[in-house]
């Protein structure tokens, strides 16, 4: 496994590879690995002969009051699992080399950046759209592997390849959570004992709220009431709870297919999460 720094080195690195005819995989992570990031390494893998994982905690999409600072970090745990898990390139670039001075690029990926994460985290989506842009212009993969619990990322990312043409395949892979149903994330490490106890009904609730709509509640404001009354009892603090279509398009009467959204503050970590209705 090469662990590279510099973008020049990454060039060099990957072109010998495709020079040899290796399809190249990206996954392009913030780091602290838990088992969400492994899965999308291992369907990469299998999709790839060159796994390339990037780690870099990208200032440009977190806004000045959020936790850029208190991040969680652990670079020495995260290669050691990327050499276990047979990644063939790791990226470890430093915030110089991603945004060198006088860097003034912005990629705006409009509709879908709207509502949601991008309501409640301003910018958020231009600084993960031209992070990955640049990443898919320095790796230049065949595809590209992102998780379904960042659903409205994921969908920013295949409109971005859309639009501006990039011949990158997206891949979309499931939630992995925890035995107690709480979604992995690195941030899950930043709350409290209690906080950690609390967190697993978020995903619980969510469920109820598919059991309402089974039991034959199809009027998503009702829905979405009680799972607000729900959290807010616990101590969750919402920044959204919504159901949508699979397109993000609001819905108020519920179909199978549609998303329950939500976004809660616990011990002041956010915590998001997504349920497909079926
Ligand atoms: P992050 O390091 O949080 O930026 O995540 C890097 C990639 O891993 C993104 O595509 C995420 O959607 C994905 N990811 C994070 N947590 C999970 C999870 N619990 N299950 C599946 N994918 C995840």
Do not use: W
Not at 77 to 104: A, H, M, N, R, T
Not at 119 to 136: E, I, M, P, Q
Not at 217 to 235: A, D, P, Y
């Amino acid at each position: 496994m090469k662990i590279i720094n510099t973008v020049d080195s990454l060039r060099a690195e990957i072109k010998e590879k495709k020079m040899a005819g290796n399809i190249v995989s990206l996954v392009p992570t913030m780091g602290f690995l838990h088992d969400g990031h492994l899965s999308l390494m291992k369907q990469a893998k299998e999709s790839s002969d060159t796994l390339v994982v990037s780690i870099f905690v990208n200032p440009m999409q977190f806004g000045p009051n959020e936790d850029l600072d208190r991040y969680p970090r652990d670079l020495e745990g995260d290669i050691k699992k990327c050499l276990e898990s047979g990644v063939d390139i790791v990226f470890i670039p430093d915030v110089k080399e991603i945004y060198p001075k006088d860097f003034q690029t912005v990629v705006s990926v409009k509709k879908v950046s709207q509502g949601l994460c991008g309501d409640s985290r301003v910018g958020h989506f231009d600084g993960v759209a031209t992070v990955v842009c640049k990443l898919f212009m320095m790796v230049l993969p065949d595809i590209a592997f992102f998780g379904k619990k960042d659903y409205q990322q994921l969908l920013l990312i295949k409109r971005m390849v859309e639009d501006l043409n990039i011949p990158i395949e997206i891949k979309g892979c499931e939630i992995v959570r925890e035995s107690d149903s709480l979604a992995m994330s690195s941030r899950n490490r930043n709350l409290s004992p209690k906080g950690r106890e609390i967190a697993p009904n978020l995903h619980k609730i969510m469920k109820y709220g598919v059991q309402l709509f089974k039991n034959g509640e199809t009027k998503s404001s009702i829905i979405v009431s009680k799972l607000k009354g729900e959290l807010e009892s616990l101590g969750f603090k919402i920044d959204y709870l919504e159901i949508r279509d699979k397109n993000l398009n609001i819905v108020e009467n519920i179909s199978l297919e549609n998303i329950i959204f939500a976004a809660v503050f616990l011990d002041n970590v956010r915590l998001i999460d997504n349920l497909e209705i079926i």
